[in-house]
Structure formats: C-alpha cells, structure tokens
C-alpha cells in the first residue's frame, strides 16, 4: 500500500497509523496533543507530515532521539514505521508534559512498538548520543542547537520540520554556529522544509 503517495507500506502499518489517529481524536479533548484546527486534518497534517521524515536518512542509525514529541509527531509515526523494518534502530521519545507521556505510552502498548519514552525536559537528561535528532514545532533553530548538541553522536544529523520562517532562523542560526545544511521541500505543507543538519560546532 501506499501512504500519503510517497511511501510503500504494509497494510499492518497503514492500520497502526489508523488506529494511532483513532486514539489521537479520542484523548484530545482531554489532554490538547494537537490544536483544534487541525484534528479534522490529522492524516495530512500530521501523520503524512511526520512520515515524510522516515525516508531521509540513509542507513547507519543505531538510535534516533525525538525531542518534545507531543502527541508523537514525528517519532511516534517513525516508531510505527520501523517496526515492519523489523526495528533496525533504537527510538526514543523526550517529553516534559507527563499526560502527553501517559498517552505516547498508552498508544505503544497498544500497537506493540518497542520506544523509549523520557518524561522529562531535554536539559535534564544526560547526552542520548543520538545519531538522529528530530523536532517539529518545539523551538527555533538557535535554540534546537542549543538544545540538541550535547545529545549528538559522532556524525549525527538533525532532522528539523520547519515552517515558513525557516530562512530567517537559518541566518540567525549560522550567526552563531558552524553546519552543514541541506533543505528538503515539505511533500505536505507548502513552505515548509526538513532541515537535515550536520557537523554542528558553536562558531
Ligand atoms: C508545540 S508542541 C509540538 C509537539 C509535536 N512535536 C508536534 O509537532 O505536534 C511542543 C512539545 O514539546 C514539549 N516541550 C517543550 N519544551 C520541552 C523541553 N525543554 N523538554 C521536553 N519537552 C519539551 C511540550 O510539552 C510540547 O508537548
């Protein structure tokens, strides 16, 4: 099967990621894991979206840390993803809001993906020495570098979902630090990118 026109999945995965979405409408109310506006647009807008990421890396991934996952997006959809690969890497999800921790988890169990779930700020914890870093909506690019050095391994590579602002960021961000960058177009959001960066030092 394939999902959202861009990617071959099993028809196991495909109803993993319904059931996530099920589970998603029905714990929203309570507990606010995407905003209002979008949940009638949630494929698109948020699992398409999140799935889009899985295709960038080329290999050589032993752990891939998701930084301020929400509802799951994206680590959670690539945790789904990976598991029809027969789980080739490590995935692990950080989050500081517990009830949305309560529901990464309760989503896990139920769909049988083997994450690790930190609830906890990214500052406390000791480095994850990720070889993937992803964030969508969690902060600026400055401050998702400041953040997400000290959680690198040798060689790892950022994968940022970014908006429309992301040039802006981009010019601030290489104000005060050295990396390579290449920009990937959004399949899903016109405007937005995936910035995959790497070789990141303070200037
Ligand atoms: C705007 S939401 C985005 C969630 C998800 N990535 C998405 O795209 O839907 C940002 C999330 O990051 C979490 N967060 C913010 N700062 C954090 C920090 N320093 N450490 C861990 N989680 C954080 C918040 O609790 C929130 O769930």
Redesign the pocket.
């Known amino acids: 099967m394939t999902l959202g026109g861009f990617l071959d999945v099993s028809r196991e995965t495909m109803e993993r990621l319904e059931r996530y979405s099920e589970l998603l409408v029905k714990w929203n109310p309570r507990i606010n894991l995407?905003s209002k506006s979008t949940i009638d647009d949630l494929w698109t807008r948020?699992i398409l979206d999140s799935a889009q990421i899985f295709e960038i890396p080329k290999g050589g991934i032993r752990r891939w840390v998701d930084?301020?996952?929400?509802?799951g997006?994206?680590g959670l959809v690539v945790a789904v993803l990976v598991r029809e690969l027969e789980q080739q890497f490590e995935i692990m999800l950080?989050?500081?809001?517990a009830r949305?921790c309560a529901f990464l988890s309760s989503v896990a169990r139920e769909l049988d993906l083997k994450v690790q779930i930190k609830n906890?700020?990214?500052?406390n914890l000791n480095s994850l020495d990720a070889d993937i870093v992803s964030?969508?909506?969690?902060?600026d690019l400055s401050s998702l570098l400041d953040?997400s050095e000290r959680h690198l391994a040798q060689g790892a590579t950022l994968l940022l979902?970014k908006g429309k602002k992301w040039r802006s960021e981009l010019e601030t961000a290489q104000s005060k630090w050295n990396f390579d960058c290449q920009i990937v177009k959004s399949k899903t959001s016109e405007g937005s990118v995936i910035l995959c960066v790497s070789g990141v030092c303070r200037v």
């Open positions: 995407v948020h930084l301020g996952s929400g509802g997006f994206p950080v989050e500081s809001d949305k906890d700020r990214i500052e964030a969508r909506a969690l902060a953040l979902m």
